[in-house]
């Protein structure tokens, strides 16, 4: 986060003062350098427009636009690179939509509903109606109060571009101070003023990424732009572009009689005309949209890159500059519905077929069905009606209609989540857990599974009853993680990751210990809370039952925490130089097997009963959460990679909880005679 204030306001300008240099260098490129000098006297300096008006546009009566339905979906679906991978325009938009508004929608003033596609359109196409979206989300008036802006009535709520346009000086100076101070250290406002301003210039990314497609150059008489675009005023960018061959022709034979100091005076203004256009370059790098050519480059191009490339005289032959012009076109036919779809689709074909040539974007349409297919979000509900069936069930236990629907929608919603992960490993290519956000999915899906396998075997209801619990809980959390962190959870892999057999038999053995691990907890607090609430106390198989669940869970914990633990080492001692380094992350995986072999011995020494393993359980619970989340929020150590942030105070909320389940036994244990019912 907070990456505008991390890098240089003049990123593009190493790239600008390597074209320069070369103009220097090369005789050949005077003539380049002379073009340039004449756009400047025909009065090109009209870059600067670029800056951002003093007063926000009155836009309160423009039209919303009505975007064509095939448009949307070639929208979808059309490749970009963004965060160092490939993947459909729609993703791109959903996870910085999320960002900005915390939500996967938006609503224009007319109360409209639009998806993240069509937002991100109206943004490029239609920035000024852009701006009058509530889509800036601000969790407390305090940060609009430090800004001078009045704030509405709700203390979190959204606001528009243009509500918080007034105040974008000041908050921008803020975000500068706050910036300075060591993350830790930063009030809970201050972190709201940074995210605030870095979620502001990621929108003007966005609605200024097409300026150079806008903007109109005039052009002064008897100039030498006026010999090839006569009886104009002004002219576009594009059209200077395109018409380069003949000017570069002509200049050629104006270089012969250019004097020294001319020439100086040439090479100082191209480098103050370059150094105005990489403003335009820097907004048209949010993301990039055009294959290169070569198929040893990786990273690809922004429409302005293409068009720029003509400037540089170490580059021999004219590039294609097709996809710029295309997007020119766009602009200017956006008001043309029919000529506007004609264009937009020889761009998306286009784009397309240049990625496949390079063997890109093969997937694009696989990714663009997992999210609207929202396997998450109905596994999510499916979860949430068996555990109300569930319930119902209880109060009639002996109901199999209702045991078999509890079945039935567990299994669908599981089938659901397992549909998930398995699509994102063919988009991705990689095993089913990556990154922080599916260890989530990961767990969950293991946790669940392994409570059918139990039930299975015991047949004693409690496993099928806590599946649909456990199901829901961890997507409610992972939907959380993805809310929160609003960025992509199919990013590129760091380099020390990048190896499939590695994630595949360490990464994964881990998270299904982590699966384990949960669900043995979540047998202890049926224990442990069936004794308080008196449930079934006569029913001592019932408690049997249970124990030997926990028993048995904690015991799978221990068997893929260990192996996971020590392939873990294998692949440091690989990847680092050293089995074993002490690292905060290697230690809480240690503690989780380390806790498991206590609670093991001391079950097979006979000096805990069931009450004990039940209290053991919960704190295994708490031992894999800290391993699983806790040890990323110190920040430190090697595996820099999982770390995140802001999850302190939900850690600590359910770390008291288990504590007081914790005195909970200690409770039960002096109030009532807890025998050995093992």
Request: charged share 20%.
């Amino acid at each position: 986060m907070h990456n505008h204030f991390h890098r240089s306001v003049i990123t593009f300008f190493p790239k600008i003062n390597k074209i320069f240099e070369k103009f220097k260098r090369s005789i050949s490129s005077l003539m380049t350098f002379f073009l340039i000098s004449s756009i400047i006297i025909c009065g090109l300096g009209a870059l600067n427009t670029t800056e951002l008006p003093s007063e926000v546009p009155q836009t309160a009566k423009l039209l919303m636009p009505q975007w064509d339905k095939e448009i949307i979906t070639q929208a979808e679906k059309l490749p970009i690179q963004s965060d160092g991978r490939i993947k459909p325009l729609s993703t791109h938009a959903r996870f910085l939509l999320l960002r900005l508004s915390g939500k996967t929608s938006i609503k224009n003033p007319e109360e409209k509903s639009l998806s993240p596609t069509e937002w991100f359109l109206n943004c490029l196409f239609y920035p000024e109606i852009a701006k009058q979206y509530p889509v800036f989300i601000v969790h407390d008036l305090s940060v609009l109060e430090n800004l001078g802006l009045q704030g509405h009535e709700k203390k979190r709520d959204r606001y528009t571009y243009n509500e918080l346009f007034p105040a974008r000086e000041e908050l921008m100076n803020q975000a500068q101070q706050y910036s300075q101070i060591p993350p830790t250290q930063r009030t809970r406002i201050q972190e709201q003023v940074l995210n605030l301003a870095d979620n502001l210039l990621a929108f003007e990314e966005i609605i200024g990424y097409l300026d150079f497609t806008r903007y109109k150059y005039p052009i002064s008489p008897n100039s030498l732009l006026d010999q090839f675009f006569p009886d104009r005023k002004e002219v576009f960018l594009a059209e200077i572009v395109e018409t380069f061959p003949q000017i570069k022709k002509k200049l050629k034979e104006l270089s012969q009689t250019m004097k020294e100091e001319e020439t100086k005076e040439a090479l100082l203004v191209i480098r103050n005309l370059l150094g105005e256009i990489s403003q335009l370059v820097q907004k048209a790098e949010h993301f990039t949209v055009i294959p290169p050519d070569d198929p040893s480059k990786k990273e690809w191009l922004s429409p302005l890159d293409t068009a720029i490339q003509i400037f540089d005289p170490s580059i021999e032959n004219i590039p294609d500059i097709h996809l710029f012009l295309l997007f020119t076109k766009l602009e200017q036919e956006k008001g043309n519905a029919e000529q506007f779809k004609k264009l937009w689709t020889q761009l998306v074909e286009d784009i397309t077929q240049m990625a496949g040539k390079r063997g890109e974007g093969a997937k694009i349409n696989l990714e663009v069905l997992y999210y609207k297919g929202k396997f998450l979000f109905y596994s999510q509900w499916i979860f949430f009606l068996a555990l109300i069936i569930t319930a119902i069930w209880w109060l009639s236990i002996e109901n199999k209609f209702l045991k078999f629907s509890v079945f039935s929608v567990n299994t669908l919603a599981l089938l659901l989540l397992i549909t998930a992960i398995t699509l994102r490993c063919i988009i991705r290519g990689r095993p089913p857990v990556t990154t922080l956000y599916e260890t989530i999915l990961f767990s969950t899906a293991t946790s669940v599974l392994l409570a059918f396998i139990i039930e299975r075997f015991t047949k004693d209801n409690i496993s099928l009853s806590l599946a649909s619990f456990l199901g829901l809980l961890g997507l409610f959390i992972a939907n959380r993680y993805e809310m929160k962190e609003g960025t992509d959870t199919m990013p590129s892999l760091v380099a020390v990751l990048d190896t499939n057999f590695w994630l595949t038999i360490h990464v994964t053995t881990i998270v299904i210990g982590y699966g384990a691990g949960l669900l043995a907890s979540a047998f202890g607090h049926v224990w442990i809370l069936g004794k308080l609430l008196k449930i079934k106390k006569d029913d001592t198989n019932f408690y049997k039952r249970l124990s030997r669940g926990i028993y048995g869970t904690i015991c799978f914990c221990f068997f893929f925490s260990f192996i996971g633990t020590v392939l873990g080492g294998i692949w440091a001692l690989q990847s680092w130089g050293r089995f074993w380094g002490w690292d905060p992350k290697e230690n809480g995986a240690l503690l989780i097997v380390l806790w498991c072999l206590i609670v093991i011995h001391t079950h097979l020494g006979k000096i805990i009963n069931s009450l004990g393993e039940a209290a053991g359980s919960i704190i295994l619970g708490v031992v894999v959460s800290f391993s699983w989340w806790g040890v990323n929020l110190l920040g430190v150590g090697l595996h820099s990679y999982g770390f995140t942030r802001g999850a302190w105070n939900s850690l600590l909320i359910f770390w008291i909880i288990e504590t007081l389940l914790i005195l909970s036994a200690a409770y039960i244990s002096f109030t009532e005679k807890t025998t050995d019912i093992k």
